[in-house]
Nanobody
Framework: QVQLVESGGGPVETGESLILSCSTS????????IGWFHQAPGKEREYLTA????????YIEEFVKGRFTMSGDKAKETIYLQMNNLKPEDTAVYHC???????????????WGQGTLVTVSS
């Protein structure tokens, strides 16, 4: 079964940037769609972005479009989440995972990692 390990989180200030990494193993990288979501304490999960396993195209939710970018490195079996102009409301645990559906009400994650905490101070 595929395993995912997120890294790169930490404390930052408003307006700063951060790159999160998601290392995958135990599966064929790119065979499934893969994506990111975050969850703040006491709040519901928010889906962020996904990358198609078929053609590598990315989908990004409107509320982070222009600030967050997803990319992948097949050789390293790793995906990345570049986050720019971070805001306090971006504070959350960020998870990567396999995706079986994305966009609108279709978001469905299969397997996801433990997450990495991002804290944005004002």
């Amino acid at each position: 079964q595929v395993q995912l390990v997120e890294s790169g989180g930490g404390p930052v200030e408003t307006g700063e940037s951060l790159i999160l990494s998601c290392s995958t193993s135990g599966g064929e990288f790119g065979s499934d769609a893969i994506g990111w979501f975050h969850q703040a304490p006491g709040k519901e999960r928010e889906y962020l972005t996904a990358m198609s396993g078929t053609d590598g195209r990315t989908y990004i939710e409107e509320f982070v479009k222009g600030r967050f970018t997803m990319s992948g490195d097949k050789a390293k079996e790793t995906i990345y989440l570049q986050m720019n102009n971070l805001k306090p409301e971006d504070t959350a645990v960020y998870h990567c995972g396999t995706v079986t559906g994305y966009g609108g009400s279709s978001w469905t994650f299969g397997v996801w990692g433990q997450g990495t905490l991002v804290t944005v101070s004002s």
